[in-house]
């Protein structure tokens, strides 16, 4: 199958600083992208769309201008949490959909102190 | 809006059969999708249904019905390894996926 990557795969950082978090696709390009968030024992919850070469879509609830997404080339998106707080500690996942499946990276630990 | 729900947690025997079931609401339907998730793990794919009826894969069989709004994750002769959460997901009309709230199996001896 298809193998997505993430960078990095865990990440602390201190209050009021911002994370980036890559997401590669590495032997197929992926037009569309979804970056999923997950708290501890909860499910995966979708956060947005990330579209190559235009604006990405925000799930309602979520800050587009906290969770900056970019979609620079067929290969490549990134998701940059601005101004992190303790709040956003979370597991940040990846996925770009196959034909009846999606593939999803490995995750992205963020610990935000 | 979606809403998709699944039982929090199960226990079941090694060597058992167990059952585990998706009820969905969605504005849209493009699919549904079983995910296997340990802790701290990215969801590995375990079975695809977008017609109606059962899928066969190994250990493991998904069944779908739209006009219910209904699918189940099968999984026999249950290994200790097959502890995990279980994630229920419909793909929307965009290629986005929109998970259930998962369910933990425990497998004991």
């Known amino acids: 199958g298809a193998v997505v990557s993430q960078h990095p795969s865990w990440v602390i950082c201190k209050s009021g600083t911002s994370v980036k978090i890559e997401c590669r696709s590495l032997?197929?390009?992926?037009?569309?992208m979804f970056w999923y968030r997950q708290f501890p024992k909860q499910s995966l919850m979708l956060m947005a769309t990330?579209?190559?070469?235009?604006?990405?879509?925000?799930e309602q609830g979520v800050e587009k201008d906290k969770f900056l997404i970019n979609h620079a080339s067929l290969t490549l998106s990134t998701l940059t949490v601005t101004s992190a707080h303790p709040e956003d500690s979370s597991f940040y996942i990846c996925?770009?959909?196959?034909?009846?499946?999606?593939?999803f990276g490995p995750g992205t630990r963020l610990t935000v102190l | 809006g979606q809403n998709i729900d699944q039982p929090t947690e199960m226990t079941a025997t090694e060597g058992a059969i167990v059952q585990i079931n998706c009820t969905y609401q969605?504005?849209?339907?493009?699919?549904l999708f079983w995910y296997q998730q340990h802790a701290g793990e990215a969801p590995t794919f375990l079975s695809y249904?977008?017609?109606?009826g059962l899928e066969e894969k190994g250990r493991f069989s998904s069944f779908l019905s739209r006009s219910k709004g209904y699918s189940y994750l099968l999984l026999k002769e249950l290994q200790m390894k097959d502890s995990a959460s279980y994630l229920c997901?419909?793909?929307?009309?965009?290629?986005?996926?929109?998970f259930g709230t998962g369910t933990r199996l425990t497998v004991i001896p």
């Open positions: 996925s770009a959909p196959g034909y009846n499946e999606q593939f």
């Open positions: 032997d197929f390009q992926a037009t569309t």
């Open positions: 990330s579209n190559e070469g235009s604006k990405a879509t925000y």
């Open positions: 969605t504005s849209g339907f493009n699919g």
């Open positions: 249904n977008v017609l109606d």
């Open positions: 997901a419909v793909r929307g009309g965009a290629n986005n996926l929109f």
